[in-house]
Every structure is written in C-alpha cells, then in structure tokens.
C-alpha cells in the first residue's frame, strides 16, 4: 500500500492515545477508561454525550449535548488540558445574533465544532418548526454569534468541512424528518459566504450492509489525507427491538467530496460495552469529532454512547484508511 498522510494536520503530540492491545484484530480500539464523561457532569446536567472537541490554545475546548435534567438538551462549552477530564460549564452556552441580542435556541443537540480559516463553527439540530440546522461562529469562545439557519427544516447531522473547497464552504447535512426518521442520506452544500447555499450534491445513501441498511448521517468532520477526506459517519440499522447506530468509515474525492471514492461495508465500532449497549438509548455509537496528530497518523474518535455517555475509539491513519479500501464496496451514491 502507498503511504497515506495527512494533509493541513499539524502535530498534536499530547492528544489523548493508547496502543491498539494485542491481538486485536480490528481498525478502531476503545479508550480504557471509556466514558470518559460518566453521568451527572454538572448540576444542571444528568448527561453528556453525542458531543465535538477541538485543540484550543495549549489545550482542548468543546462543545458538549447536555441533556439537562428536565429531558432538553442544549449545548455547554468544555475545556480540559488533556481532552480526558473535562470541565463542562455550569452554564449553557448563551447565544447573541448577529445585532448583538441575546438568543438561545429551544433546544440544541448533537453539536459539531469545526474550525475554518481563523473562525471557529458550532452546528447543531435546532428548533425551527422542527428539526433544522443550527449555525453559529466564535473566535474566542466567550463570544457567540448565532448565524442564519443554512437549510430549510428538516435536516440534521450537519458538519463543515476543514476548509473551502473551490473557494466556497462546504457542509455536509442529512435530510430528515422531525421525528425518529426511519430514512436519510447525506448531501453536500457549498456557500460562498455561510448565508446563501446551493449547488447540493448527494453524497451517499444508506448502506446496502445491513448495519447501515436504515440510513446513515455525517458525524466528526472530514480529515484531509492524501486518499481524500476521511470520513466517519454514522450508520443505522432498524431491528425488532429499535436502532442500532454503529460508526462508519469513507474516503471521499478530495476536490469533489460529493464523489465517494471507498466505503467500507464493515461497521467500524459497533455498540459492544456496557457504555454503549445500556443507557437511555441502547445501541448507540454517534462519532461527532475526531483529534489527529499529523506527525504519528494517530486518530481519537469522540462518540457518544447510549445517548448518556462521551467515549473514545483510536485509530491510525494508515490502518484505517487500509481497512476501509480493502473492505470497500463501491458505492451506491
Ligand atoms: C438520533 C439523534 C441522536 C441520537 C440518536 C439515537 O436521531 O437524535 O442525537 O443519539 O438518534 O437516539
């Protein structure tokens, strides 16, 4: 195999890591002290999860779902030396719009954190006459700028790319309904300025494998590598007994990310520990962020589990981009 690299990842040598253990045998291995946020983080709060971090200054900030302890989620910043012990805020996250008056949404889950440029970007599922996406923008995490809504309800799992591409910002997004949503394929979305959007492209459907076979979402932002960007997403499968989401991997175009270029037909992570398998949603593995350090190939996946906990899988580089290419089955799209 040709050396995968990264590409526009600098170095990140104290993210959180461990070695895969011995003799196992497949691409992306837990963290040992999986959760890592366990329940009731803050007074407000009785759990954390499905929730995005970043590098920030000499350490990490995020943005976390809190489901509060009357059932509604919003989102609350976190900070942590190490991206393993977080601080969450006691408070949520108070929005401004963009003439400087207060807004908070009625509610904000599954939130993304991607930097672009100089800028950092939170969408999350927002209220706006159901399910819809929300977008705001930060540069220094004290401030909070609520933006236009990108796309008209209903929608959710949206997630920006790294940078523009073609010298427009591109987001990927999944269509829905404002309920459960027993269908959903993710599109793409180009703007030249984060209000007006078009030029949507589909990206890919649900899965012919039977663990994506219900409908798949964009989950942590994709990472540039010389394959293309990386992608892991969410895939669900609709058993007897509920949903069943478990974390995919793509490589799409690099100049086209509409074009899926592999996707592996075998689940990544699938719900299996008692973090993931228990909890007020069982069978949930829903990756919404990922650390990279571009000089080791290393990867930490940050997914939420069971809807009440935040968990880490690592990978590398090379492994997981093998693994996706020798399982690949092309592609429905
Ligand atoms: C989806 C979203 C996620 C959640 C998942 C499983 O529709 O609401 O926030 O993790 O369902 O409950």
Request: overall charge negative; glycine content about 8%; charged content about 20%.
């Amino acid at each position: 195999m040709s050396k995968v690299s990264f590409v526009n990842v600098p170095p990140l040598p104290n993210m959180p890591w461990e070695e895969k253990p011995a003799g196992y045998r497949f691409p992306l291995w837990r963290n040992s002290t999986n959760p890592i946020i366990k329940r009731n983080p803050t007074a407000a709060v009785a759990r954390i999860f499905n929730s995005a971090v970043m590098p920030y200054e000499d350490g990490y900030i995020g943005v976390f779902r809190g489901e509060q302890r009357d059932g509604v989620p919003h989102i609350y910043l976190g900070r942590s030396s190490n991206a393993l012990d977080w601080n969450i805020s006691e408070e949520k996250i108070n929005f401004t719009d963009e003439n400087g008056k207060p807004y908070m949404p009625e509610y904000a889950y599954d939130p993304r954190l991607v930097k672009v440029e100089d800028t950092y970007y939170i969408m999350w599922c927002t209220e706006f006459e159901g399910a819809a996406i929300g977008l705001a923008k930060t540069t220094d995490f004290k401030t909070f700028t609520r933006l236009e809504n990108p796309f008209l309800p209903f929608n959710r799992n949206a997630v920006l790319f790294p940078r523009k591409i073609g010298g427009n910002f591109v987001m990927l997004s999944r269509p829905s309904d404002s309920g459960h949503t027993p269908f959903g394929d993710m599109f793409l979305s180009e703007s030249p300025d984060l209000t007006y959007w078009g030029k949507h492209r589909h990206v890919m459907g649900k899965g012919e494998k039977w663990w994506e076979r219900l409908k798949v979402g964009a989950g942590a932002a994709p990472i540039e590598t010389s394959e293309g960007w990386l992608m892991f997403y969410h895939g669900v499968s609709h058993t007897c007994n509920g949903f069943v989401y478990s974390v995919g991997g793509a490589i799409l175009d690099i100049d086209n990310p509409s074009v899926v270029k592999y996707r592996c037909e075998n689940f990544l992570l699938t719900p299996e520990e008692w973090y993931e398998e228990q909890g007020f949603v069982p069978n949930v593995c829903f990756p919404c962020a990922t650390l990279q350090d571009g000089d080791t190939g290393r990867i930490a996946v940050y997914y939420g589990a069971a809807d009440s906990y935040v968990a880490i899988a690592y990978t590398q580089l090379e492994d997981v981009v093998e693994y996706i290419k020798e399982n690949s089955h092309t592609v429905d799209s």
